[in-house]
Structure formats: structure tokens, C-alpha cells
């Protein structure tokens, strides 16, 4: 927000504060004052005017001028090229400090010369706030008939003795960017009256309207607009130009001026359409166009749909909230108009603007959010200065769709709470002392205090709470004592997501594996391939780009991306893994992806190599979930139905923790991973929020029996649909307690095996806790065995 302190003293009086001193209240009063910009700098400047002008004899370009001051007749020599007799000049006097530095007498060329003719810019002046046609842009400046020889007042007459303070304006206080309501707070900080135009009502004039308006977006809920039949273009009077000015904006005509003067100072942006623009007489606002179209400033912008667009007819008048059109615009030969006043979606709208690059001051001001009743507020504001300034007349009703989402409400708060909260004893004077410099109506009683809350403070003022904010901060926060809160004894120690967390980054580092982190906001692709998302995605009000418009809702992608990117890098055998957190809305869970292509292991020394595939992720896995404390027989294996896009169908499975799923995990499918140049890429995804809530055992050291075990090997030929897990199931459940470990060591289909069978080898391994075995007890216990496999699987000892 840029303040100008000329049109704040407008408002209320100021004169015996320095800058310093406001911007110290402001400060102390929570605001981040980022610059102090002044318009111009100079002192012992004086008008005076050019009596003489030659050329100088030893110069091709410099003037040797006597300049009439009133008092006296000053030598100076000056090379601007439009330097002539009887101009009226800005003089620097000998003394007098610029930005440039202190001017002193001195001879130029064997010229005297006594002082220095000024352009603007060489007062501080910014060129961007120069008049078009000021001549200071490459000479010096050339004064009107307002100034007389001898005057000092130079800069005041030409609007540049301002001071602008650049205030930053948080999110919880739009009504910062309305003049008007940073008056009000101004007020509030010194303590000073403040008196604002009247203008309430005076759009409630003209006869009925055929104008039509309708919206057919519900990011368009509000919608004012006015027919003015007949106004006159003039040039603005100079006081609203250097309101204008100061606050960066380029002064065109009345009209145009008054929409943005009205905007500044409402803090609701107007646009004005010249009326012959709309003979339909009507205006819808849609948000369903695709197509280009050419705004004010000439450019030509890509609109998409969802983009909010002003219409007539169907076709587009204007970007919403951001840019009239070209084709609607205030012309040097309008006579009548149409006023618009509107609410936008915020987010929409920022939307828009930074997809399009175009970061105008009604953008700015409808991404931070209007209060309900500016609309109304700047119509009424815009029918009052056209009155007066653009001779307006045969208006017409104001047109409205819509309501203003709005109803006056009031704030209770106590004493006691307040000094509870704040930790001070304020008395009730104290406490509606502040009220009263707030302008805000209230009652009280002897504890309570009742607290309007005027439309423009409705963002920010919500609950008791806002009202205590607002007292601590106009008082003193250095008044505060400084108390040390009081805080229940702990025991300090890892939580269990977080002792999770450790116990899987060692596992997994100690394999080799290198520990990532990735974005967590994701583009709409990614969502869409997501693994085991878990619910609706949460989309961004305002990305900074279409690929970072979601967050994610599962950790594939992301790592998919890294494991190309070091691949495209030369790092070749490339094993990653994250911990990281997914969203959907209303739902957070904690998981883990784990990515692996090439070797596991390479020593080519001892000519040992691990690759990474199905089977090495699963032992992976499994002793993650050991060292957690989930015993084997908590979790079940099961063949992969959940995600056969993303996963090979016949290289993947499920992991389940009870009847939860835990895990998937697998070879990638070559027809996924090739989007992103990657072929036998394994990954697993776990969800760290199912272990969190289970209870693991405690993890203890396994005794090691006393007692010899005996191995066993069976061969098997059946059919190749059989899985091994169920093979291993079957034994354990024939053999009992007495099976230690079975597991399979060699499966092979080719020569000599018919087609739809197979041939697997198991080994298997008896031991009794109790008691050495003896060779007729697992002769009984290994046949039992052999036999359910035979007859379970009608499969054939090899």
C-alpha cells in the first residue's frame, strides 16, 4: 500500500509529526513500514525567470543565462536544449542541497555561474511520475503562468512535496488497500480526528434502467452497474492528479481518473464502460470462454476456462477483476457510460493474474479480498465525483445482482477475559479508549463491553479474541510484563512415528539406499497416477505453475522423477527411498516409497552382484517390518489386484497387516515407467500409518535351540498356477510346530517339463525345541508332509 501522507493530512491534521515519528507509532502498532519514498528533494529553491540567453562562446551545447530571482540577477550557465529568454525556470540557488549534491558558485569554461536551472528529475523526482508532456523528461522544467518570479513554494504548487510510505498489508487486512480505512487506522495510531467525504447515498438517483445484469458463475455472487447517460471528458483537477501520481498511477482524463481515484480510495475497483460500447444494454459475467482477447493495454492474453470474463452478447468485454478491454474503453469523445462495481472469487481471480502475468491494482486488490459493502460504497463514491467533476447527469437506477454477503454483527468481550489473555489490568476507560479511536460504536457495562464491527474490519474482527488484539496493540506492547509460561514436566522421548522413522532410515541406509526428499506439490498427471490414493486431491487456491497445483497423494511420481533425473546424470545401480507425508482432504498419512533399479550390490573384486528385483525388495521389507516388531505371521502376502497400471500384474503383490493393506510393491510397468525413460524399475509404497496404529511385540533376541535341526529337500512337479506361498502354507500347516523354515530354492519350466507345469524345489528344515529328533520321527513327520503336498496339489515327486 502506498501511503501518501499529503492526502492523509487531507483527512485529518498532521502537521506537527515528522515522518519519523508516524512511521514509529505505525510501527509499534504492528505495521511493516518496507520504504519511506519522498517525491522530491530540495532546499532554496526560488522561481525565477531567464532575462537573457547566448550561447557560450566555447560550447556547442551549453547556454550562458542572467536569471531574474526578484531579489537579484544570478549568472548561471545551463545546458539543457530547451533553455531560452522568458522562461520561467525552477532556480537552485548557491547553497542548496539536492539529491545530486550541494551547488556551489563556479566557473564553467571562464563562465561565472551562480546557482543551477532544474528539471524534476534532478530534484529526486521519479520519471515515472512526470507528466507526458513535462519537459523535464530531457530539459528543464518550464513553469506556468501559476508562479511568479521570487516564489519558493515550488514543489508544493506542483504536487511533489509528498512523502509516500510503502506499507505492507497483510492477508487479515484487505481494508488496508482503501484509503479511506487506512485513514480510520492512521486515526486510530495518532489519535486524531478524521474526516471523510460524505458520500453515502448519493448513487441513489435516475430514472429505471433497462439494463440487464446476470452472472453465471458463482464466483460472481455481487454485481452492481449505472447508466450515466450524459458526461463531459475534461482534464482532472490537479489534486486528484497528484493523488494519482503519488500512488504510481498515470493520470489519462476525469473519467478514467475518477474510476481509479475511486478504486484508492474505497479500496473496491471500478471499471467504466463507455456506453455506445453496449447497445444490448446488458452485461453477464461467465467463466466458460476460451479463446484470446485484447485488454486495455493492447496485448492480446490466452483466456482459458474458468477464467472469469465480462460479457455482452457472448462475447468478451473485459477480464473480471483485472483489465477492461479494449473494445469497451473510455474514448476522447464519450459522452455516456456504464459504472461496474463487482465481487470476484478471490482465489480466482489471483488465479488468472498469474497465469496471464497481470499484476494490476484491482488484481491486487480482489486477491486480497473486498469488505461485503465496498460496491456499494464505490458506485455511491463514483456518482458523487462525476457530479462534480465530469458533469454528470440523466442517470439511471443503480442495477444489482445479488446481495452483499453481510449482517451487522457485534462482539462481546470482558474485562476480566481480556486482562486474563493479556496478562495487564486494563481499566474499562483504557479498554474503550481504544474503541473510541478505532471509531467503533460500543456500550459497556461494568465488566462487558459491546463492540459494532463496522463492514470494512469484518475480514479481520471475528471473535473476542480480535478485540483484545486490537486494544494490546494500540496501547504499548512495551508495557507488557514479561511472564514465563508455565509448562507441565515431561519426559523427553521420540514419539512413535518418529522412533519408526529412525529404525527404517537406518535399515535402509545400511543397504546402500539413499535418503531423499522430494516436492510435495505435484501437477494434475501425477495425481491422476497416484498409488492407493486415499481420497480427493488437495488442490492449491494459487499455484506458482500447473505442475505444482496439487498436493500429492502418493510418492511414486516423485521419486520416479529423481531416479530419472540421477540416471540422465551418469549415476548408474541407483537405489532411493523418502518418508514422507500424502494428503487428501482430510485425511494425512505418513508412508514410505522405496525405489530401486540396477544393483543392490556390485563388488566386482569378489565378483558379487545383487540385483534389484521382486524378490530382494520383499526381504527388504520384511526385515523392516521385523526390526518394527511385526512378526511373519502378522503379515500375509497376496497376489497384486489392487494396481495392475502402475505394477507388472505378475511381478507385484500386496502386503496386509491383518486385514489392512500395508504395502505394495513389485516391478514397475514397462509401459508406465517408460514415460519416464526408465525400463525394470522396482517400487514399494508402505503405509507407516497402519504400523503406526497396530501394537508390534518387543523385539528379542531369538535363542538359539540346543538342539540339531534336519534338512530336508523335496522336488516337485505341478501345475504352474500353483503359488509358492501356497506350497509353503500347506507345509507348515502338515508339519506343525516341528517346521522351522521352509522355503523355496529352485524353479524351473522348459525341456523336458510339459507345458502348464513346473518343477519346484523346497528345502525344509525339522527341529524340536525340546529334544534332538530322531531319524524314524522325522522320516514320519517329512513323509506326513510329502504325502498333503501330493494329494493337495495332485502334484508329482520328482
Known sequence: ???????????????????????????????????????????????????????????????????????????????????REGLKVIVAQVGAKLPGGEIKASTIRGQASNGMLCSLKELGVDENLLPEDSCSHNGIEELDDRFEIGDTDILNKLGYDDTILDVSVYANRPDCLS?????????????????????KGKANIGEKSSFKLTSE??????????????????????????????????????????????????????????????????????????????????????????????????????????????????????????????LFDHAQIRRTANRLGLQTEAAARFSKGLEPLSQNKAVDRAAQLLIELADARDFEETVEYGKPDYQPYQIRESLSHLNALI??????????????????????????FYVDIPSYRSVDLKIPEDIDEEIVRL??????????????????????????????????????????????????????????????????VSPLSDSRRYVRTSLMNSLLEALSYNLAHYNENVSLFEISKVYAKDIEEERLGIIMQGNLIENKVKHLTVTSDFYVMKGILMQILSMLGFEMGRITLKENDLDTVHFHPYQSAVLYLGNEVLCIFGKLHP????????????????????????????????????????????????????????????????????????????????????????????NIVYEDKDKTLKTEEVNEIHDRVLNQLLSHFKAIQR
Open 475 to 540: 496501547t504499548d506492547f512495551d508495557d507488557l510484563e514479561s511472564t514465563l509460561p508455565l509448562m507441565p514436566q515431561t519426559i523427553g522421548k521420540l514419539s512413535r512415528m518418529q522412533s519408526m522413522r529412525r529404525i527404517i532410515r537406518d535399515t535402509l541406509t545400511n543397504h546402500g539406499m539413499y535418503d531423499t526428499v522430494n516436492y510435495t506439490l505435484v501437477s494434475d498427471k501425477y495425481i491422476n497416477d497416484a498409488v492407493l490414493p486415499k481420497g480427493e486431491a488437495v488442490e492449491l
Open 1 to 83: 500500500m502506498k501511503l501518501s501522507l499529503k492526502w492523509l493530512s487531507s483527512f485529518m491534521d498532521i502537521s506537527d509529526l515528522s515522518v519519523e515519528q508516524i512511521v514509529d507509532q505505525m510501527v509499534k502498532c504492528g505495521f511493516e513500514v518496507e520504504e519511506i519514498i519522498r517525491l522530491s528533494q530540495g532546499s532554496d529553491l526560488i522561481v525565477g525567470k531567464v532575462i537573457e540567453c547566448r550561447n557560450h562562446p566555447d560550447s556547442d551545447h551549453l547556454h550562458v543565462t542572467k536569471v531574474d530571482i526578484g531579489s537579484q540577477v544570478l549568472d548561471i550557465v545551463c545546458g539543457a536544449p530547451n533553455c
Open 179 to 199: 484509503m479511506f480505512a487506512m485513514a480510520k487506522e492512521m486515526g486510530a495510531i495518532l489519535d486524531r480526528k478524521v474526516t471523510l467525504p460524505e458520500y
Open 423 to 448: 496478562g495487564k489490568n486494563y481499566t474499562m476507560e483504557e479498554a474503550t479508549d481504544v474503541l473510541r479511536r478505532l471509531d467503533f460504536t460500543y456500550t459497556c457495562d461494568q465488566n462487558d
Open 671 to 762: 509401459n508406465y515407467t517408460k514415460t519416464f525413460k526408465l525400463d525394470d524399475v522396482c517400487y514399494a509404497e508402505m503405509m507407516l500409518s497402519v504400523l503406526e496404529e497396530a501394537n508390534p511385540a518387543k523385539v528379542k533376541a531369538p535363542v538359539l535351540s540346543r538342539y540339531p535341526s534336519v534338512s530336508r529337500d523335496i522336488s516337485l512337479l505341478l501345475n504352474e498356477d500353483i503359488k509358492a506361498g501356497d506350497i509353503l502354507a500347506e507345509i507348515r500347516k502338515a508339519g506343525g510346530k516341528l517346521v522351522k523354515k521352509a522355503e523355496v530354492f529352485d524353479i524351473y519350466q522348459g525341456e523336458h517339463i510339459d507345458a502348464g507345469f513346473k518343477s519346484v524345489s523346497l
Open 217 to 342: 458463475s458463482e464466483n460472481c455472487p455481487h454485481f452492481l452497474a449505472k447508466v450515466v447517460n450524459h458526461v463531459e471528458i475534461k482534464e482532472s483537477p490537479e489534486w486528484m492528479k497528484q493523488h494519482l501520481r503519488a500512488n504510481g498511477v498515470k493520470c489519462i482524463n476525469n473519467l478514467v481518473d475518477i474510476s481509479n481515484y475511486v478504486m484508492l480510495e474505497t479500496g473496491q475497483p471500478l471499471h467504466f464502460y463507455d456506453l455506445r460500447s453496449n447497445p444490448a444494454m446488458e452485461i453477464t459475467v461467465r467463466d466458460d470462454f476460451d479463446g484470446t482477447y485484447t485488454a486495455l493495454d493492447g496485448v492480446e492474453y490466452k483466456i482459458e476456462k474458468g477464467d472469469l470474463m465480462i460479457t455482452s452478447e457472448g462475447k468478451p468485454i473485459g477480464i473480471a477483476g483485472i483489465m477492461g478491454g479494449d473494445n469497451t474503453k473510455i474514448l476522447d469523445d464519450t459522452s455516456s457510460l456504464i459504472i461496474e462495481a463487482a
